[in-house]
C-alpha cells in the first residue's frame, strides 16, 4: 500500500445575500417641474470586484463591488421624462464554515444570482433639491475557492477471479469479482 499525495483545487465555500439599498436620483426640478414617479427600472447590473477579507472572529467574507442603472419614469407638467443614475454598491457575503478551511491560492468570485429589481418610487426633497427615491433590491451569491492538499492510500492491484470484458480496465484490488458492474 502506498501513500499518494495530490493538490486539488476545490471549492470550500458559499455564500448568498439578498439585500435592499435605498437610492436617490436627484431631480432638475427648475426645468422639469416633477408632479409625480410612474415608475421605477434597474438595468445593467455589473459586478466589479470580488475580494476575500477575513473578520476579528476569523469569519472569511466576500467583499463584492459593482454597480447598477437606476432609471425613473416621471410626470412633469410639460410630459414625461427619465432620470437615471448609476448607483454603486458595496457589500460583504459571510461563507459559513470557510474560517477553519486550510486552503492555499485562494480566489474569490461572485456573481448576480437575480437580475437586479426597485421597488415603488416616491418623490422626496433631500437637502433642498427634489429627488426620486427608489429601493434597490439585488441578490448576490459568492465561493471561495482554493487549493488543498490531499492524501490517498493505494493498494497494488491484482487480477480478479473472473476475466474481465474485453476493452475494459482491470478493477481495484477492492473490488469484489462478483461485484463489477460494467454500465
Not at 461563507?95 to 480566489?107: Q, V
Request: charged share 30%.
Amino acid at each position: 500500500m502506498r501513500l499518494v499525495e495530490t493538490v486539488v483545487r476545490a471549492v470550500y465555500g458559499r455564500g448568498s445575500e439578498r439585500f435592499e439599498l435605498p437610492c436617490d436620483v436627484r431631480l432638475n426640478e427648475s426645468s422639469r417641474y416633477p408632479e409625480k414617479v410612474l415608475g421605477t427600472h434597474a438595468t445593467n447590473g455589473r459586478l466589479l470586484d470580488s475580494t476575500i477579507v477575513t473578520d476579528a472572529a476569523g469569519q472569511k467574507r466576500v467583499r463584492v463591488s459593482g454597480n447598477v442603472d437606476l432609471h425613473a419614469w416621471c410626470k412633469g407638467r410639460e410630459g414625461t421624462f427619465v432620470v437615471s443614475r448609476q448607483v454603486p454598491f458595496v457589500r460583504e457575503i459571510a461563507i459559513p464554515g470557510a474560517g477553519e478551511a486550510d486552503f492555499r491560492n485562494e480566489e474569490a468570485s461572485a456573481r448576480l444570482l437575480e437580475e437586479p429589481s426597485c421597488g415603488p418610487g416616491s418623490l422626496v426633497k433631500l437637502d433642498g433639491d427634489l429627488c426620486v427615491r427608489a429601493p434597490l433590491r439585488l441578490h448576490l451569491g459568492a465561493e471561495i475557492v482554493g487549493d488543498r492538499r490531499v492524501f490517498a492510500y493505494i493498494r497494488a492491484a491484482s487480477k480478479p477471479s473472473k476475466p474481465v470484458a474485453p476493452g475494459l480496465p482491470e478493477p481495484a484490488e477492492w473490488v469484489k469479482a462478483d461485484e463489477i458492474d460494467y454500465d
